[in-house]
């Protein structure tokens, strides 16, 4: 089993900035991709970053490239998401996931296949 917990969401203006921390424990097999993904209310849920935990690979949606940064700490099992010139549709709620099949790794991959999810943190950007 993996355990997710959420945490550094808040209220920012445009153009701000934010460090999402996602501190996981439980086996390591089930963590090897490990994507954050956020859902605005009345929209579907969205990956925006992956990262392939072995090797520390990361890929990117196109609405989030060159702002967002997904990262790793081995040593405490956590993953980053430093977030940038944030924008209002940027607003949502932001969810930690997990999951073993490390062969398709991105934020494109099906939200059902990850079958370990955090809580959620709130991010609010307003303008």
């Known amino acids: 089993q993996v355990r997710l917990v959420e945490s550094g969401g808040g209220s920012v203006q445009v153009g701000g900035s934010l460090r999402l921390s996602c501190a996981a424990s439980g086996d390591t097999y089930n963590r090897r991709c490990m994507g954050w993904f956020r859902q605005a209310p009345g929209m579907e849920r969205e990956g925006v970053a992956s990262?392939?935990?072995?090797?520390?690979?990361?890929r990117y949606a196109d609405s989030v490239k060159g702002r967002f940064t997904i990262s790793q700490d081995s040593a405490t099992n956590t993953v980053y998401l430093q977030m940038v010139s944030l924008k209002p549709e940027d607003t949502g709620m932001y969810y930690c996931?997990?999951?073993?099949?490390?062969?398709?790794?991105?934020?494109?991959?099906?939200?059902?296949?990850?079958?370990?999810w955090g809580q959620g943190t709130q991010v609010t950007v307003s303008s």
């Open positions: 990262i392939y935990t072995p090797a520390g690979s990361t």
């Open positions: 996931a997990a999951k073993p099949d490390g062969g398709y790794c991105r934020p494109s991959a099906p939200s059902v296949d990850f079958g370990f």
